[in-house]
């Protein structure tokens, strides 16, 4: 069940399968490989039209020749939810608006693409479960070894920085580290999900386990504290919902079998051939580990006003000190101005990097109401997804929205298609797995389920 086999591989049902899921990463995936075009092979240095056409074609490979003619079912709840704030939102850009914000028509623009793209999702077939995995790791796996390239092969680009891909000019150079902690996140996540499948054959899980290191080194290198934090969470949930107190007896009963010491003795001279050879690259992760270890801990020590050892006060990043000044705005506006509570601010009045708090700042309880039940209720069908673990494609979703969830706290704001794009795969995937003919499902049931 939903194993790929050389033959079934290339048919024209799964090559068309296999399109929508490209068009999907394109859409939500697509930066890393863009600033790689753009800016490492400089197709289009510095070109928005670029990114623009690259994010266009990721819609046009999603448009099924079924095209508005077979509709499938939705998450109605989370719909009505994202309607919500969206009308919210509108209405305040419309209304209640920033004096400095005079014209809407970008953001209008964007709240197009994330129509444009439900639109295309609710005509893709359920049956993109088969492909989405294998796709999401090819394609994530792809944008890590890019950004590798793009590193080696970057003169300003010297280890013990942020690993990202430069862009800019001069003094004005800079790169987002985020966008490529985000594509390595995610091929953790399917490779995870790919290696613990029982279907999945030797070869291929030892391949998924590979890659899925490739990306928590990309991970450490990126030094992106919501993805670490993220990964931390996502660990602690699988062995959460997946690992039994029987099972870890059976594991540890299975450790000293025969074959398995046998497998282990040769991980073991694996592990040592690799670290002779890559002493250097152990030796760099290892300072990015510490490194980040040591700057989150004097964000720690700034927050609770102590010294670090050098006997100075701590001071925060320029990252946390950003949302130290947020909560700091948020204390005042509680303390002296409540009423901004109550109907906001204005739409993008204020920018806080922090979405909640940002919903109710510039939108007022309505805003934030709306913005906060709909990021609870996808986190609710996450929770109860992971748990059930239905089908691969609900699952990677499940997983993927816990980064997501961490960021609402961390960095972003509420009306960014970083959000909204996976916000539409969580409203067609999330929740309606009980929907599906049970060729798709982990767990099929005896009955059969409803189709579309």
């Known amino acids: 069940m939903l194993s790929l086999s050389l033959s079934e591989l290339f048919t024209w049902r799964k090559l068309h ?3 929508y899921v490209v068009g999907i990463l394109m859409v939500i995936d697509g930066y890393p490989l863009v600033f790689f075009f753009k800016e490492t092979l400089r197709l289009a240095p510095g070109s928005t039209a670029f990114t623009a056409a690259f994010m266009a074609l990721g819609f046009i490979l999603m448009i099924p020749f079924h095209f508005l003619h077979k509709l499938y079912r939705i998450n109605t709840t989370l719909l009505k939810m994202a309607l919500l704030f969206f009308a919210v939102i509108l209405f305040y850009m419309a209304f209640y608006r920033d004096q400095w914000f005079r014209d809407g028509t970008m953001d209008a623009v964007y709240y197009v693409y994330v ?4 639109i295309f999702l609710i005509n893709i077939p ?15 796996v792809v944008s890590n070894i890019a950004l590798v390239y793009a590193l080696l092969t970057d003169p300003t680009w010297s280890i013990g920085q942020r690993a990202a891909i430069q862009f800019g000019e001069g003094e004005y150079r800079t790169g987002n580290p985020h966008v490529f902690s985000r594509n390595a996140l995610m091929s953790v996540i399917a490779c995870g999900i790919w290696a613990f ?5 030797f070869v291929p899980r030892i391949l998924s386990l590979f890659a899925s ?3 928590m080194g990309i991970l450490v290198l990126t030094q992106t504290r919501s993805s670490i934090v993220a990964l931390i969470l996502i660990i602690g949930l699988f062995f959460m919902f997946n690992i039994r107190p029987r099972q870890i007896k059976d594991a540890i009963r299975g450790l000293f079998r025969p074959a398995s010491l046998a ?8 592990i040592s051939f690799f670290m002779r050879k890559n002493g250097d690259l152990i030796a760099i992760l ?3 580990a510490v490194a980040f270890i040591e700057r989150n801990m004097e964000n720690v020590y700034a927050l609770l006003g102590m010294k670090v050892q050098n006997q100075f006060t701590a001071s925060f990043d320029a990252s946390a000190g950003n949302r130290a000044t947020s909560f700091q705005y948020l204390r005042n506006i509680f303390e002296g101005h409540l009423h901004v509570v109550l109907i906001g601010q204005g739409y993008k009045s204020a920018y806080l990097d922090v979405p909640l708090m940002e919903a109710l700042i510039n939108h007022g309880i309505a805003g934030f109401v709306t913005f906060t039940a709909f990021c609870f209720s996808a986190l609710f069908y996450s929770i109860k997804t992971i748990r059930d673990n239905p089908d691969s494609l609900s699952t990677f979703l499940a997983y993927f929205y816990i980064m997501l969830f961490v960021q ?3 960095n972003g704001r509420p009306y960014e298609i970083s959000f909204w794009h996976p916000f539409c795969l969580m409203i067609r995937f999330v929740g309606i797995s009980h929907l599906y003919p049970p060729n798709l499902l982990n767990h099929p049931t005896v009955a059969p389920a409803v189709s579309g």
Request: proline share 5%.
């Open 17 to 19: 399968l296999m399109r």
């Open 115 to 118: 129509l444009l793209f439900l």
């Open 126 to 140: 359920n049956d993109i479960i088969e492909v989405f995995i294998p796709i999401t790791i090819a394609f994530t």
């Open 197 to 201: 499948r029982p279907q999945t054959t």
């Open 213 to 215: 290191v490739f990306g």
């Open 263 to 270: 497998l282990m003795l040769v991980v073991f001279m694996g």
């Open 286 to 288: 290892y300072g990015y």
């Open 408 to 410: 609402l706290f961390t």
